[in-house]
């Protein structure tokens, strides 16, 4: 009895490594690809200017924080990214704060539970980005960080005001995470 051509199922430890990897890039792919899509986020017939600063723009940041969130920190790490290229050890760092990011945020399927008690998403992503900022600022890249934050927080804060929210679906969950906040809640 040959067995050429057939696709080992699970044999020795290669078998498992091959599991854990194709385990891994799927939940990468559906973690990242499908949390709120890009082409939404983006999407141009959505862009126009508040009329008011104070009874439009607010709540357009905060309800599309809590929306694109995951986007939005996304875009920050990429923007902070860029920033640390020419500090390659605060680069090091960094990627090892993604895989944390990745660990703790972005591919979790079910809510973090620390000494019996459930962990937000909004505490996660605040503990997250203080401990990824401050550990950057240790490695002596101060300036690249502080302009890197600074340019991702404005990128995130222009297109939260100029992006439009009539057409955001949010549901109970959407509203639960933004503290009781709702679509036209003011």
């Known amino acids: 009895m040959t067995t050429y051509g057939t696709i080992p199922t699970s044999s020795g430890a290669g078998g498992t490594n091959l599991e854990y990897l194709s385990r ?15 082409k939404q986020m983006f999407n141009l017939t959505s862009f126009n200017f508040p009329h008011s600063i104070f009874s439009e723009a607010f709540p357009r940041i905060r309800t599309n924080a809590t929306y694109f969130r995951m986007n939005y920190a996304i875009i920050m790490l990429l923007i ?33 539970v620390i000494v019996n008690r459930v ?3 909004w505490i996660v992503l605040i503990v997250l980005s203080v401990v990824t900022i401050g550990l950057l600022l240790v490695c002596g890249a ?24 009539d057409d955001l679906c949010l549901d109970d969950e959407d509203g639960d995470e933004a503290g009781g906040y709702l679509v036209g809640d003011s």
């Open 142 to 165: 101060t300036v690249n960080v502080l302009v890197g934050v600074l340019v991702g927080f404005v990128v995130v804060v222009v297109h939260g005001v100029v992006r439009n929210i």
């Open 24 to 38: 891994a890039k799927q939940r990468i792919k559906s973690g990242l690809g499908t949390r709120r899509p890009w």
């Open 80 to 112: 902070l990214f860029i920033s640390l290229l020419w500090q390659p050890i605060s680069l090091i760092v960094f990627v090892l704060l993604m895989a944390a990011w990745l660990f703790f945020y972005f591919l979790r399927d079910e809510p973090l």
């Open 119 to 121: 962990i937000g998403d």
